[in-house]
């Protein structure tokens, strides 16, 4: 790391302002991340360089963002990528046909749809499964199996999944590489290396960089081999983002903590808030004592986000109605920025999902989903209820 000053036991808010950049070894000493647009690097000698070639390869600000990412992760490694679905084609670039993949039921449509399209082309077997049952994954996995992937919470149902009991699994069995899609939660509430994880995921594009202005994706990992695996195929095939990008995620990464406080808090409000409205069938908020893996969120995070579920008593009707009556919540995909934003998975984020794979999932007409921005509260309270009364 470049961070020669940081103590290895400084705390989250700590890293994320400093780790990643030492400011004398730039010129003149920034207190920041200069953006380093060059895309070639002088050479002493031919290939006689400090490992700055061209700027697809290595570029410094990227670095500098990549270290800081490693440092919160609590991971050797950090890539970013220009959006969390091209980490994604990276990662799944690291199998072979005949190769095996094995994913929770209920993720992220863009993820599903990726998976779906690059496995058929690629001729590697996938199949999915509901990780809330470990014996899903014993038994999913098949000789052939090569990668195990996850998020938790799921998108957009909000299933709990434990990673480290999936670990435990894929160990039994030889060369699994467990992936797990942190996006929802980011580094601040919850840490997958330290249950085991070969690889965390995210796309940076949500809570990371938080100010709904830049796409991004990144992956950490711990092994130096399947870290120069990834080196090498994000080189290969092109997948890099621009040092603008990675400088405004590495700036925004510098609130995350007090953001995400923010968002936990004011969704929990929220969530509850909904709970007792007598058109409000279900909240699916892991924060909530009564969401069925409570118990599992307590020990494998530090709490919730901004971003959760609910299904109302009314249908599609219903959910078109309330999401155009809002006046803060503005209908909108994504999750994670200052704003809060309400979707209808269905017909949105979902939309490329088998009909037949939402009906299993209860990624109903009447699940809306919210995630909770950073605005006051109480005004985002009154957003809902003026909008509950004007369609119930
Ligand atoms: O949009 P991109 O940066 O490529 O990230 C894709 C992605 C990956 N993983 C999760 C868990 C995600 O939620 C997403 C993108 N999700 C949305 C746009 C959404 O509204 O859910």
Request: aromatic content about 8%; proline content about 5%.
């Amino acid at each position: 790391m470049a961070d020669g000053f940081l103590a290895p036991k400084a705390g989250f808010a700590t890293k994320a302002i400093h780790a990643g950049h030492n400011p004398s070894k730039w010129y003149s000493s920034p207190a920041v991340v200069p953006i380093v647009t060059s895309t070639t690097y002088k050479q002493r000698g031919p290939n006689d360089n400090d490992g700055f070639v061209y700027g697809r390869s290595a570029n410094p600000t990227r670095n500098s963002l990549q270290d800081a990412l490693a440092a919160l992760d609590g991971g050797k490694h950090a890539l970013a990528f220009p959006s969390g679905l091209g980490a994604t084609t990276v990662l799944v670039s690291l199998l072979k046909h005949g190769d095996h993949i094995l994913s929770c039921d209920d993720l992220y449509g863009g993820t599903n749809r990726l998976l779906r399209n690059l496995c058929a082309k690629m001729d590697i077997e996938l199949t999915f499964a509901d990780f809330t049952n470990i014996d899903n994954v014993k038994n999913g996995i098949k000789n052939n199996t090569r990668m195990i992937w996850l998020e938790s919470p799921t998108n957009p149902s909000f299933k709990v999944i434990d990673i480290a009991a999936v670990k435990n699994v894929a160990n039994t069995h030889k060369d699994i590489i467990v992936i797990v899609d942190n996006t929802f939660l980011t580094p601040y509430l919850q840490r997958p290396l330290d249950f085991g994880a070969d690889v965390v995921v995210y796309s940076l594009t949500k809570y990371m960089n938080g100010h709904t202005d830049i796409i991004m994706g990144a992956a950490v990992v711990n092994d130096d081999e399947l870290a120069e695996k990834l080196k090498f195929l994000r080189n290969a095939l092109g997948v890099v983002p621009s040092p603008y990008d990675c400088y405004m995620v590495n700036r925004s990464l510098k609130t995350l903590a007090l953001r995400m406080e923010q968002h936990k808090k004011s969704s929990l409000a929220i969530a509850k808030w909904l709970q007792k409205h007598p058109n409000v069938t279900e909240v699916l908020h892991p924060g909530l004592p009564t969401h069925p893996q409570y118990a599992l969120t307590q020990k494998q995070t530090s709490g919730h986000s901004g971003v959760f579920s609910f299904k109302h008593s009314g249908g599609l009707k219903e959910s078109r109605q309330l999401l155009q009556k809002f006046k803060l919540f503005l209908l909108a995909e994504s999750l994670g920025g200052c704003e809060s934003l309400a979707s209808l998975p269905s017909l949105m984020t979902h939309a490329s999902v088998s009909a037949e794979q939402r009906a299993e999932l209860g990624i109903t007409d009447s699940l809306v989903r919210l995630s909770v921005g950073l605005e006051d509260t109480d005004d985002l309270l009154e957003d809902l209820k003026q909008a509950f009364k004007a369609v119930f």
